[in-house]
C-alpha cells in the first residue's frame, strides 16, 4: 500500500499534536502536585498569606520581566550559578522558604514550570477558602470605588467571597465583560448596539 506524502504529513502533525497536547498535561499534572505540596506545608506553618504575597509577586515578574522569565527557561545557565542568580535578585523579596523552593524546583530542571505552578496554586487556594475567581476585561481602569461595587455585586449574586482579575480590553468601545465560572456578563457598550441591531431587525421583520 502507498501512503501519499500529503496523508503521512496528516499523520506526523497529528502525531507531534497529540505529544505536545499530553506533555502539557503532564506539566499541568506536575504542576499540580508542586502546588498542592507547597499549599499544605503554608497552611502546616500558616504562611499562607506571606506565600500568596510571594506567589504574586512571582507572577508579576514572570509577566512584567522577560530578563527573568529567560533566566527560568534557558537550560544554558548551570544550576548552582542559576539559583545564585535567583538568591541575589529575590532575598529582599520573597521568604526563605519561598526561595527554597525554587531552588528546588532547579534542581529538578522544573523551575520553567514556576508560572504553571502558581496559578494551580492560586486555584487550589481559592477553592479551598472558598473564594471565586471573576475575570473583568473593561475598556478603561476600574477606579476603586467600581471595583469595590463590582466586587460586592458579585459576592451578593454568589454569596461567596469574590476575587476580581482585572484586563483592559481597548476593543471595548465601554463598559465590561466579566466572566464567572462558564458564564458571561456582558455589559458593554458593544454588546448593547448589538441588543439594539438585532432588536431594530426583529422589527423590520415584523413589519
Not at 86 to 99: F, G, I, R
Request: aromatic content about 6%.
Amino acid at each position: 500500500m502507498t501512503v501519499s506524502r500529503k496523508a503521512a504529513n496528516e499523520v506526523l502533525s497529528s502525531n507531534t499534536h497529540y505529544q505536545v497536547s499530553t506533555r502539557s498535561m503532564s506539566n499541568i499534572r506536575a504542576a499540580r502536585r508542586y502546588a498542592q505540596a507547597m499549599l499544605d506545608i503554608a497552611e502546616e506553618q500558616k504562611k499562607l498569606d506571606r506565600l500568596s504575597d510571594d506567589f504574586a509577586f512571582l507572577q508579576r515578574m514572570l509577566r512584567e520581566s522577560r530578563d527573568f522569565l529567560l533566566l527560568l527557561k534557558t537550560p544554558i545557565i548551570k544550576k548552582e550559578k542559576k539559583k545564585a542568580i535567583l538568591t541575589e535578585l529575590l532575598k529582599s523579596d520573597v521568604a526563605p522558604e519561598t526561595l527554597q523552593f525554587l531552588h528546588l524546583l532547579t534542581e529538578k530542571n522544573r523551575e520553567d514550570m514556576l508560572g504553571t505552578i502558581i496559578t494551580q496554586f492560586f486555584e487550589l487556594r481559592d477553592e479551598k477558602l472558598g473564594i471565586v475567581n471573576v475575570e473583568v476585561r473593561a475598556a478603561t481602569e476600574l477606579t476603586n470605588e467600581q471595583h469595590r461595587r463590582m466586587t460586592e455585586q458579585f459576592e451578593k449574586m454568589t454569596r461567596r467571597k469574590v476575587h476580581i482579575s482585572f484586563s483592559l480590553d481597548k476593543q471595548l468601545k465601554g463598559g465590561f465583560v466579566a466572566r464567572l465560572g462558564d458564564t458571561m456578563y456582558d455589559g458593554s457598550v458593544r454588546r448593547q448596539l448589538e441588543l439594539l441591531r438585532e432588536q431594530f431587525l426583529e422589527n423590520q421583520v415584523r413589519n
